[in-house]
């Protein structure tokens, strides 16, 4: 979101006028000098930058979630347990969600406990922590286990930097194309944003492939290893991983970007960058096995 520029309602402006007697001779000369007030220069109106709100409690909330995410893969916690976990958590989470469409008294309540939270446009429509959970859901049930973990970590950084830059620099960038790839562009993201979450999804594929996705279980439940590649079937070393970042970096930038009407980013994000990421370690173990 850029930085607004906010002009004053009132096209009209103030003159301070002061009036000086000057006397030649006989004759007295009075003499009117305009001076700006209020920021106004001969009429015009400077714009005043409105402050960029950076939902600082959201957004540590939003990337707390990744680092819980590292410490149970790396402390070879149980998916389904974590699961199991969020299901319960989203069946008090809804229907409270609910009520306070239906409660002013809970809905006064929820947001006084909550709001600092929210969104404005939130209030309105579900909160964006059930979306969250389902597309966490949906990854850790579908997906191998590392790349459900590198998909939650696009959601929890990825979306955060995307979102934080976008306001510090959007308006120094153009805004992205309408389309990409003949994908839909959401026409309020910019270059900033995009850039932020493609090098943070480059970032976060390959550090976690490169060090940290051996380490539970010894490497069995890694997708990609640096000696063996995709499952063993090669492909691995710098150059592999340098691939990968590459593609995740892509997909993180694209995916954070798209316009999808009513969808929520939480829930699409993890899903699509999960999607292609395992998409391609797929096509990529294919193609070893044709070429072996």
């Not at 999804?201 to 060090?211: L, Q, T």
């Not at 063993?232 to 993180?252: D, E, P, Q, R, T």
């Not at 930038?253 to 797929?282: H, Q, R």
Request: aromatic share 10%; charged share 20%; glycine share 12%.
């Amino acid at each position: 979101m850029d930085t607004a520029y906010e002009e004053s309602e009132d096209g009209d402006h103030e003159q301070a006028e002061v009036e000086s007697s000057v006397v030649s001779g006989s004759s007295t000369r009075r003499s009117s000098i305009s001076a700006p007030v209020n920021g106004h220069t001969n009429g015009v109106a400077k714009p005043i930058p409105t402050p960029v709100d950076y939902e600082i409690p959201r957004k540590l909330l939003h990337s707390s979630i990744g680092f819980l995410t590292l410490y149970l893969y790396l402390g070879e916690g149980d998916a389904r347990k974590v699961v199991l976990a969020l299901w319960s958590a989203l069946c008090l989470i809804y229907p409270a969600d609910m009520l306070r469409f239906r409660s002013r008294r809970f809905a006064a309540l929820y947001e006084k406990l909550l709001g600092f939270l929210m969104r404005e446009s939130e209030r309105d429509k579900v909160n964006g922590v059930v979306w969250y959970i389902l597309g966490v859901n949906f990854v850790l049930s579908c997906y191998p286990i590392d790349v459900a973990t590198v998909s939650v970590l696009i959601l929890s950084w990825a979306d955060t930097t995307a979102s934080t830059f976008g306001r510090m620099y959007g308006r120094l960038t153009p805004k992205l194309p309408p389309r990409l790839f003949g994908l839909p562009l959401a026409p309020r993201k910019s270059v900033a944003g995009f850039i932020a979450a493609s090098v943070t999804g480059a970032a976060v594929a390959v550090g976690f492939w490169g060090v940290l996705g051996t380490r539970r279980f010894g490497g069995q439940d890694a997708t990609w290893t640096w000696e063996g590649g995709v499952r063993n079937s090669g492909g691995g070393g710098a150059l592999g991983l340098a691939l990968i970042g590459i593609v995740a970096g892509l997909v993180s930038g694209v995916a954070e970007a798209l316009d999808l009407g009513s969808l929520d980013d939480n829930l699409t994000l993890p899903i699509i960058s999960g999607g292609c990421l395992y998409g391609f370690f797929k096509l990529w173990e294919m193609a070893s096995s044709w070429f072996s």
